[in-house]
């Protein structure tokens, strides 16, 4: 087959939908070499690490807008004008990465998949501009009516499409996220002591991984922190400030833990991953997602995690994750003097852990799309 794909994150994204779309193309490309991948882009970027190495493939093509027009309107081009270039590419079947597809794509002949990471903008719509939550529905809505099959990343979002966006379930096929492969790497102690180093990391602390936005909930992790009782553990936050510190901010000067909290912006995945490493449980009480993928990155880190009850964060830790009401900062405590202070529960959420998270390796996901892809191939007769 010859299937095309939405790659603008993948080029202009450093993480979120830009990491999905990388991985996704890096897995598919290894595991599912027969098939040629076409990558559709506004622009090409300079490109680095294992995504550098996918582009290079000789069964990967990257493709710009064609024609002055298209040039010139790139964003007009992404949206209408990139049709008449997938026919013309003979394209089996387009792949909407983030949520959208183009204009126009039902009924030109060519198959096409969208992936759908999560409909939070219509769950809690409180965290979102107006004219966002609308333009958000409005492609998915789209996208989801025209696509031949949808991809969630989660059985939560499959719900929600079946409830939010009145999707007939047998269209959605629940295909698990890909991970950058640097997590699944072993420790090594001698990188982390110079990623500990190079952030003037404490010797002992607890992680938490995302935007620090109010969704993430890293303000009751902090008053978590100051009730946990222990001068000697630090916390950890990695992810892009918002307006929302400020609240973390005064919280740490009203418990005097300044010195505890500890925040590290736009690293790099090698380094996040020794970061990981380092760290004495990974806590993930967010309100809301489509999937979790820190979860399934600390898991391969042989580190034990507490997240959030129910939504889709038991899909994603699995059975020997530790879940807790996001909203109940005493309980958040608890449990985190209940991992440090348990070495033989610490020890039995990482194995189980690590074995739970097998199911999340590359090989696995890449035979799942590729068998939405062939189903789809099928129909066509392809």
């Not at 042989?302 to 038991?314: A, M, Q």
């Not at 530790?322 to 202070?341: F, G, L, P, R, T």
């Amino acid at each position: 087959m010859k299937i095309g794909f939405d790659s603008k994150r993948a080029f202009h994204n450093k993480t979120g939908l830009g990491s999905y779309s990388r991985n996704v193309l890096r897995i598919l490309s290894v595991h599912h070499s027969e098939h040629e991948y076409v990558l559709y882009t506004p622009s090409i970027t300079e490109t680095t690490g294992d995504f550098a190495e996918v582009v290079e493939k000789p069964n990967v093509k990257s493709v710009e807008p064609k024609g002055l027009l298209n040039n010139i309107l790139k964003s007009y081009w992404r949206s209408f004008g990139i049709k008449s270039q997938l026919k013309d590419d003979k394209i089996n079947v387009f792949h909407g990465l983030s949520n959208e597809l183009p204009g126009g794509i039902y009924g030109s002949g060519i198959h096409s998949i969208i992936t759908i990471h999560d409909l939070i903008y219509l769950r809690k719509p409180a965290y979102y501009k107006p004219i966002d939550r609308i333009t958000y529905e409005k492609k998915a809505r789209y996208g989801c009516k025209m696509a031949s099959h949808i991809i969630a990343v989660s059985e939560q979002t499959k719900r929600d499409l079946v409830e939010l966006l009145d999707v007939a379930p047998d269209k959605i096929s629940v295909v698990y996220q890909p991970c950058d492969p640097i997590f699944r790497k072993e420790s090594d102690a001698e990188a982390l002591k110079a990623v500990k180093s190079k952030f003037n990391l404490p010797d002992k602390y607890i992680l938490t991984v995302g935007t620090i936005e109010e969704r993430k909930n890293a303000l009751n992790i902090v008053k978590a922190l100051s009730e946990v009782g222990s001068d000697d553990l630090h916390l950890v936050l990695v992810g892009r400030k918002t307006k929302y510190f400020d609240l973390i901010n005064a919280e740490c000067k009203k418990t005097e833990i300044e010195d505890r909290v500890h925040v590290l912006e736009g690293i790099s995945n090698s380094d996040l991953a020794q970061v990981y490493s380092g760290s004495e449980l990974m806590i993930y009480p967010s309100t809301y997602e489509g999937f979790g993928i820190p979860i399934i990155e600390a898991m391969y880190r042989k580190i034990p995690v507490i997240t959030t009850k129910g939504n889709c964060f038991s899909e994603a830790g699995g059975p020997s994750s530790k879940y807790v009401d996001h909203q109940n900062v005493s309980e958040m405590a608890n449990a985190i003097k209940e991992v440090i202070s348990d070495q033989e529960l610490k020890n039995r959420m990482i194995d189980e852990g690590f074995k739970h998270v097998q199911k999340f390796n590359d090989d696995v996901i890449a035979n799942e799309i590729m068998k939405v892809y062939s189903e789809c191939g099928k129909q066509m007769k392809l």
